[in-house]
């Protein structure tokens, strides 16, 4: 019987986790881990993903300053407000939410960010310290897959990694983390030819690509771990990249759209800042947080 990675269940675990952790930082150190959210214009999908973060940071003691500015904003302004935020030391994060309006330049903006406060894990230092397995802050939905590819299994390596996607958000840097864990990585694409015969080689399938129900039962190979980062509309539904119903009749796990990934990106996002925020006052993470919440060997995984 299929295996549902279920990323709500992680994320109560999460909660929790954090919840203690943080009210330790507050006892112990009287410091409230603080993140600035920075939305441009008004997307709805962005909207509603900065509300849910906000309801998250909430709920375990995580101060959230939201800095809302009109599509209309200039690069000028944006750059301004990120170098404030980058020097008010009582700042320990910033995220950016992406899409920004077509006249910003994203990449200039991420670029701005101190790489130290950085929690979405998008500036190019820390894409380097991800590649060069050294510490640093690293994307948060590529570490949610890993943590659900964890759940099915512990140990990866000598397992056959494909990846449809290669964006700088998910799909380069799960590529990057599974390679950490010793899978043998095959990095799919829009230009990818026969790409069934390519997932059916799949011991874990990770696909992000935004298009409703591309992977099909024949695109997969039985027993495999199946992780769907996709988000797409198909008649008024969230749907992801797999067609689920078909999917797990034959894959031995897959993760659900929705309730699989989207938990897991907003609970890493808030271990980042609390990262970030024990990097910034002398705590060592480690002792703070522990083994609790990873369930891969602690002293072994990226953190």
């Known amino acids: 019987m299929v295996r549902i990675l279920e990323g709500l269940e992680e994320q109560k675990k999460i909660q929790t986790a954090l919840l203690n952790c943080i009210r330790l930082i507050k006892d112990s150190f009287y410091i409230t881990p603080s993140l600035a959210v920075i939305l441009i214009g008004n997307n709805p999908a962005s909207l509603l993903y900065v509300e849910r973060k906000k309801q998250f940071a909430e709920s375990v003691g995580i101060q959230i300053q939201f800095f809302h500015l009109e599509k209309e904003a200039t690069m000028e302004q944006c750059l301004s407000l990120i170098e404030k935020l980058n020097k008010d030391s009582k700042i320990h994060g910033i995220l950016l939410q992406l899409p920004v309006p077509d006249t910003l330049n994203a990449n200039q903006l991420i670029q701005a960010i101190d790489p130290s406060k950085d929690v979405d894990g998008l500036h190019p230092l820390n894409t380097g310290k991800l590649v060069q397995k050294e510490d640093g802050l690293f994307p948060c939905t590529p570490q949610g897959c890993m943590h659900l590819i964890h759940l099915w299994r512990q140990n990866i390596a000598g397992l056959v990694a494909v990846v449809v ?139």
């Open 165 to 303: 996607g290669r964006s700088n958000l998910v799909g380069k840097p799960i590529a990057t983390l599974l390679t950490h864990a010793n899978a043998t990585v095959i990095q799919a694409h829009t230009q990818t030819k026969n790409l069934q015969e390519i997932t059916r080689l799949a011991d874990i399938l990770v696909v992000a690509v935004g298009k409703a129900g591309l992977i099909k039962k024949d695109f997969i190979k039985p027993g495999a771990c199946v992780i769907d980062v996709g988000v797409s509309k198909h008649e008024g539904k969230n749907v992801g990249d797999i067609d689920f119903k078909e999917v797990s009749t034959i894959a031995d796990a897959i993760s659900p759209v929705p309730g699989g990934v989207g938990p897991m990106t907003i609970s890493y996002l808030m271990l980042n800042l609390l990262k970030t925020c024990c990097a910034k006052e002398n705590i060592t993470y480690a002792n703070i947080m522990g083994p609790l919440i990873h369930p891969i060997d602690f002293k072994d995984s990226i953190w």
